[in-house]
């Protein structure tokens, strides 16, 4: 329930401070989030794919936010 429910109610809260785009490209980190949580509450260690995910995540948020930045 909290890896289903917290992350959409914090992206409806969040669409009232920021546009959707921007809301959006922040949601796309949502599998780090759960990577993170597993790590922290339930001692899980992260496999190389997921690890390589995580990377290839970052490196498109990173590359989504300066395309976001430069069109503004």
Known sequence: LVSFALPYIFITISLNHMDAGTAVILSSGEPIA????????????????????????????ILL?????NEA
């Not at 190389?48 to 290839?56: R, S």
């Not at 936010?65 to 930045?69: F, G, K």
């Open 34 to 61: 759960a990577l993170a949580f597993g790590m922290i509450f339930y001692l899980e260690m992260p496999t190389i794919l997921m690890v390589c995910g995580v990377i290839i995540t970052i490196a498109a948020l």
């Open 65 to 69: 936010s300066r395309s976001s930045a």
